[in-house]
Nanobody, 120 residues
Framework: QVQLVESGGGLVQAGDSLRLSCAAS????????IGWFRQAPGKEREFVAT????????FYADSVQGRFTISRDNAKNTAYLQMNSLKPEDTAVYYC?????????????WGQGTQVTVSS
């Protein structure tokens, strides 16, 4: 069992940066893989990035590769998504997800989401 709360979203201009945080209940955070997903109005939920439980491996969607960085600090029970060079097409609600096994749309736990809006 883990609870996730995202924060850090906001309204920015193209080219700006944001860092999203995913604060988790501390009990077993280090055993969960963490993923970031996003969903824009009228579109399917989209994979953004994932990081393994130990932080040893990361994977990114092609659309954010080179601009976004996922990280975690298990001692702080927090995962992050550093978003640089933001584009209007990055506008979406961003969700943090956690699962002990696979990471995808069927991940076991989700946060409430945080809105990121990028103006042109």
């Amino acid at each position: 069992q883990v609870q996730l709360v995202e924060s850090g979203g906001g309204l920015v201009q193209a080219g700006d940066s944001l860092r999203l945080s995913c604060a988790a209940s501390g009990r077993t955070f280090s055993t969960y893989h963490i993923g970031w997903f996003r969903q824009a109005p009228g579109k399917e939920r989209e994979f953004v990035a994932t990081i393994t439980s130990s932080g040893g491996s990361t994977f990114y969607a092609d659309s954010v590769q080179g601009r976004f960085t996922i990280s975690r600090d298990n001692a702080k029970n927090t995962a992050y998504l550093q978003m640089n060079s933001l584009k209007p097409e990055d506008t979406a609600v961003y969700y943090c997800a956690a699962d002990t096994m696979s990471m995808g749309p069927a991940a076991g736990y989700w946060g409430q989401g945080t809105q990121v809006t990028v103006s042109s």
